[in-house]
């Protein structure tokens, strides 16, 4: 893991900033990547070839970077058991709660929307609690 | 031209994912992870992308309509209920058990790793019993529409 650096931090955020704007400038779309994905299970057939675009091109950041010598090593992971559950827990949360951290956290915030912020405290928090019970085994 | 809006915004969002070190497990973690030696790249993470999205969004907003689409899609949910509340707090477990939010762990399937794809498929296999659940149910309960 790389050392805390708050300026790649804050250049990395702005850059996805910059994108969650242009999306919706230009295509007047939220960036909420829970709902990009989710809406392909949902929205009609005219609806899905952005939604897959947009991830292509999630994708396609690391195999470039891989091109220029700096490919992404693979993500430290838990068990498939909690991989598992964790990603259940993902993917049926974002669709009932509405969002994630981009659609929620990024988006939603920055409409200034009670609803993005409050679901964006809660989710924090039980994200915090969680890796406290799992790292530290408070109240577990 | 809006497929290619899209894959270049993907692109975008996949760079400052990247950079930021938003695609590392560990990093997030270790700012989820308050009572051990704290990361605080998350936040300033957020902090960038507010500042940038907060004034582009305020210039959306007065502007008439998006060059490529009839109209800004704009969220329009304000409740607080339950599904918002639940939703949340079951995201933000299965977040902390892993480290990945949908976006990074999309981009994280570049690098081949099965554990990846396996979550990937896990999150698709939750929003289909979310999407399930609700056109079952007699009377969906209110929140379907995404806000994000």
Known sequence: ?140 | MPILVAFGCGLIFGAGLLISGMTDTQKVLGFLDVLGSWDPSLAFVMAGALAVTGAGYALARRGAKPMLAARHLWPDKRDIDRPLLVGAALFGIGWGLVGLCPGPALENLATGSAQVIVFVGAVLVGMLAHQLWTTSAAAPPAGEAADG
């Open chain 1, 1 to 140: 893991m790389a050392a805390f650096d708050p300026a790649s931090a804050l250049l990395g955020g702005a850059l996805i900033g910059l994108a969650a704007v242009l999306l919706m400038m230009l295509s007047g779309r939220i960036a909420g990547v829970s709902g990009v994905l989710g809406g392909l299970l949902t929205a009609p057939a005219s609806d899905r070839s952005w939604r897959i675009a947009f991830i292509a091109g999630l994708i396609a950041v690391p195999l470039i970077a891989a091109l220029f010598g700096r490919p992404l090593a693979k993500p430290v992971m838990p068990g498939w058991l909690v991989i598992v559950a964790g990603g259940l827990l993902v993917g049926f949360g974002t669709r009932y709660g509405s969002g994630c951290t981009s659609g929620h956290g990024v988006c939603g915030i920055s409409l200034l929307s009670l609803r993005s912020i409050v679901a964006t405290c809660v989710f924090m928090a039980t994200a915090a609690i969680t890796v406290a019970v799992v790292r530290h085994g408070i109240g577990g």
